[in-house]
């Protein structure tokens, strides 16, 4: 997979992928990122890629034309799955977008700042919209990580035990049961005894009983019956 990240603040994604798993997942070569510096595609002779609201009002928009000219030069390489904008009213992120993404080969991620993009930015360059939940942020680059950590962990290879993304939370409509390690006892806190047993189907049980429990309890509207 490869995933394009459109930015007017490439610094603030220096850190998300430079470590642990998403960075493992690029050595391995199971996922390119590039980010892209918006101003780089700004004619503008101070290379501003925002202006006033058109009607007037608090906050700067951000100016279609860098935004065209990246996203034109990158269709002009490569053939997207999808051009993603990160805005606050898009769909809602949940598992199963991210597992539908993770299925996709090339996708363009776009940051929004400021009071967000030219609406005809929306009108016809962008195929996508995505919230990474009801609450507003500075700006997409925050979103954007969270959306590519979530399709990228998914996709087979990039976690060493590829079962472990499956026994997440929500990829069965259930929030994941309880997990212990060591030491079995720690200030008198015990482990459930059937996590030590041993038997295989024991703990199974167990562990499905604890999920239900737990979505029940915790995310009722995701429970979907026993
Ligand atoms: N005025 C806009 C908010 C702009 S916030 C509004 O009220 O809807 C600036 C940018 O941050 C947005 O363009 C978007 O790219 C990003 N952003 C903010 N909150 C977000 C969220 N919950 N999910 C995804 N992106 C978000």
């Given at each position: 997979m490869h995933i394009d990240i459109i930015t007017c603040?490439?610094?603030?994604?220096?850190?998300?992928?430079?470590?642990?798993i998403l960075k493992r997942a690029q050595d391995k070569n199971l996922v390119s990122i590039t980010v892209h510096d918006l101003r780089d595609y700004s004619t503008h002779k101070h290379k501003s890629v925002d202006d006033y609201a058109f009607g007037g009002g608090a906050g700067m928009v951000m100016t279609i034309e860098p935004i065209d000219n990246c996203i034109s030069h990158l269709k002009a390489t490569r053939q997207y799955d999808e051009v993603i904008y990160m805005s606050p009213d898009g769909t809602l992120l949940t598992q199963s977008l991210a597992n539908k993404l993770s299925l996709y080969q090339n996708l363009i991620i776009l940051c929004g700042h400021?009071?967000?993009?030219?609406e005809r930015v929306r009108e016809h360059l962008v195929t996508a919209e995505i919230s990474i939940g009801d609450y507003v942020l500075s700006g997409g680059e925050l979103a954007a990580a969270v959306l590519s950590d979530s399709i990228i962990r998914?996709?087979?290879?990039?976690?060493?035990?590829?079962?472990s993304a499956m026994t997440d939370?929500?990829?069965?409509g259930l929030v994941a049961p309880p997990v212990y390690t060591r030491p079995a006892i720690y200030k008198g806190w015990k482990v459930p005894d059937v996590l030590l047993s041993g038997h295989e189907s024991n703990v199974e049980k167990w562990r499905h009983e604890k999920a239900v429990e737990r979505t029940k309890k915790k995310r009722p509207g995701l429970f979907k019956g026993d």
């Open positions: 603040l490439p610094r603030l994604l220096d850190g998300p992928f430079s470590d642990s400021y009071k967000g993009v030219d998914l996709i087979p290879g990039v976690l060493s035990d590829e079962s939370s929500f990829q069965d």
